[in-house]
């Protein structure tokens, strides 16, 4: 139980162009779902919280207007980063809590999206 | 302010070597300990969680065990498919149910 899936695993994309990942929930509904970030040999930091049905929260230092994120189902989130520029490039990795499990706490993770922005 | 620091920061073992990764916590009240780990261009896979001091858990040749200020991830006699990252995060009680504060993580190589 508790699989997490993304989509696409890579994808890379010209400079200034808006890139979508998917990540799905497949075997729970997940009410919140998190978006992270991991830079080469770094740990995983993370960018916001995603809420079915509301607005999602970002952490301190992440653009919201530049990372979307959209909950609008207790299977799928989806980040998109918009104007997408080099710096951007990274692999982003999803996770959800499943709140039928004993013990709520744990997140899952998803296989990861490495994005390369040229 | 919460912290999570893991040692060693890589870790190379000969085949059925047990050892012993560290992850030292400072936390303003623990919801949780949490262990994965991530092999390379994947996600992180879930390992364990712990909730209170003396708390131990295991699954295979890993052992998790827990005090109040630090956890160890004990590997006996460790296979090279046990090569990976391992990550040691945190929740605390004032981070609900949402932050996890990952550690830097112990890169572990097993040789045959």
């Known amino acids: 139980g508790a699989v997490v899936s993304q989509h696409p695993s890579w994808v890379i994309c010209k400079s200034g162009t808006s890139v979508k990942i998917e990540c799905r929930s497949l075997?729970?509904?997940?009410?919140?779902m998190f978006w992270y970030r991991q830079f080469p040999k770094q740990s995983l930091m993370l960018m916001a919280t995603?809420?079915?049905?509301?607005?999602?929260?970002?952490e301190q230092g992440v653009e919201k207007d530049k990372f979307l994120i959209n909950h609008a189902s207790l299977t799928l989130s989806t980040l998109t980063v918009t104007s997408a520029h080099p710096e951007d490039s990274s692999f982003y990795i999803c996770?959800?809590?499943?709140?039928?499990?004993?013990?709520?706490?744990?997140?899952?993770f998803g296989p990861g999206t490495r994005l390369l922005v040229l | 302010e919460d912290q999570v620091t893991q040692s060693p920061e890589a870790l190379r073992l000969q085949e059925g070597e047990s050892s012993s990764l560290n992850c030292s916590y400072t936390v303003s009240g623990l919801r949780g300990l949490f262990w994965y780990r991530q092999d390379p261009g994947k996600g992180p896979e879930f390992l364990f969680t712990l909730y209170s001091a003396g708390e131990e858990k295991e699954k295979e040749r890993l052992k998790a065990t827990l005090t109040k200020k630090e956890s160890f991830l004990h590997i006996t006699a460790p296979k090279p498919e046990d090569s990976a990252t391992y990550l040691c995060a945190v929740q605390s009680i004032s981070g609900g149910y949402n932050k996890l504060i990952f550690g830097a993580g112990t890169r572990l190589a097993v040789h045959p």
């Open positions: 996770s959800a809590r499943d709140p039928g499990l004993q013990y709520q706490e744990t997140q899952y």
């Open positions: 995603s809420n079915e049905g509301s607005k999602a929260t970002y």
């Open positions: 075997d729970f509904q997940a009410t919140t």
